[in-house]
């Protein structure tokens, strides 16, 4: 299983950024998929999963109606456009999905939001 994100960056206030997570090892078009973050000093939190369709998605409502997470089964590929992003948005974020017990994570790629 290998799951690694890119798109990660240096953004300012009100700035925008999509980040991937290209996945392979698994049925990727069989799971669902989710987006972490964390935050220096902070628990790693949940940010947004879709559903392995994509046809479902949940959000945190920290990010409720600025960030969009969509996946293309295809190109076993699982996005997160970032939009109107605030300093509070810095953190780590990491592309994620569990198996029964196990949950794999990527490397994550580091958001930086600061003018």
């Known amino acids: 299983v290998q799951l690694v994100e890119s798109g990660g960056g240096l953004v300012q206030p009100g700035g925008s950024l999509r980040l991937s997570c290209a996945a392979s090892?698994?049925?990727?078009?069989?799971?669902?998929m989710s987006w972490y973050r964390q935050a220096p000093g902070k628990e790693r939190e949940l940010v947004a999963t879709i559903t392995s369709t994509g046809g479902s998605t949940y959000y945190a409502e920290s990010v409720k109606g600025r960030f969009t997470i969509s996946r293309d089964n295809a190109k076993n590929t699982v996005y997160l456009q970032m939009n109107s992003l605030k300093p509070e948005d810095t953190a780590v974020y990491y592309c994620?999905?569990?198996?029964?017990?196990?949950?794999?994570w990527g490397q994550g790629t580091q958001v930086t939001v600061s003018s």
């Open positions: 994620s999905f569990q198996r029964g017990f196990f949950r794999s």
């Open positions: 090892g698994f049925a990727f078009s069989n799971y669902g």
